[in-house]
């Protein structure tokens, strides 16, 4: 029986949340396993109603697969209740989950399909973790989904990447609106410096949507793109980093105007990892 504790990363997310200071006072630390499954949590988010939204995915030791993972706990880390997604022959992984007006969550995140192939995934969910609906979206390759967010008409936008559409000579940025229910709308891809540009996070304007991410091929770029509410671009830049490898993992847009990047880049000689403040 093999027993996984995440707790370090459930910590710093957490302590994060509640305290905003350079010096977080740490609020607690929960231990949360599975008999003989390997707990992997990507996301964390405030449930509308109070406590946390966690999800993620467990990895069977006996078949292999991987599960999507969503689990509710209050304000001391207790868990309320969890809930596992599974479809037979395929993995999934989940990379985002968000609250909705509604009370209930949306998620996103890839099933993978085959060896080379995956297609996006999107979830809606009630407040208590049953699924409402659910879609698959993509072509013949590799499409991935990386952040999601409901727009005031309750429609979704979604960012991510794809090997199926574009350029076809790697990744490319992919953004992918739905209605409430699902249906797609449209969907817009972007090429930028390189043979791989992936958007992973984010937000809504007051006049479009805001997306960061990599773009990379013999160097390395962290990019802001903003496109109008019809996808269409708007302006993009770039920001070239020194090393081997650079993630942006989420995006904030300051109160007074500018954004906030935070990731890592990797050295030849070590992992940093950073917050990047662009005004």
Known sequence: MLKLSFRLFLSICISGLIVQSLKAQLSFQKNIHADDRLIIPSTIQLAPEGGYILT??????????????LIRMDFEGDVLWSKRFTEANFDEEATKIRPTRDGGYILCGHQITGRQSAA????????????????????????????ILEDPDGSFILAGSTTSHGSRNGADIYL?????????????????????????????????????????????????????????QVWNKYY??????VKINDLAIKPGGGFVLAGWQESSQSLQKSAIILD
Not at 120 to 147: C, N, P
Not at 200 to 212: F, H, M, T
């Open 240 to 245: 070239t980093f020194k090393g081997n490898r």
């Open 176 to 232: 992918l609106k739905t209605d409430s229910r699902g249906r797609l709308i449209w969907s817009k891809t972007y090429g930028f410096h390189g043979s791989n540009s992936e958007a992973y996070a984010l937000e809504r304007l007051s006049d479009g949507y805001i997306l960061a991410g990599v773009s990379s091929s013999n160097t390395h770029h962290a990019f802001l793109m903003k496109v109008g509410f019809d996808g269409k």
């Open 56 to 69: 993620g995915e467990t990895y069977d030791l006996a078949s292999l697969n991987h599960d999507l993972l």
């Open 120 to 147: 996006i995934l999107i979830v809606k969910l009630s407040r208590s973790g049953t699924i409402e609906w659910s879609g698959s979206y993509g072509g013949t390759q590799k499409e991935k989904a990386y952040d």
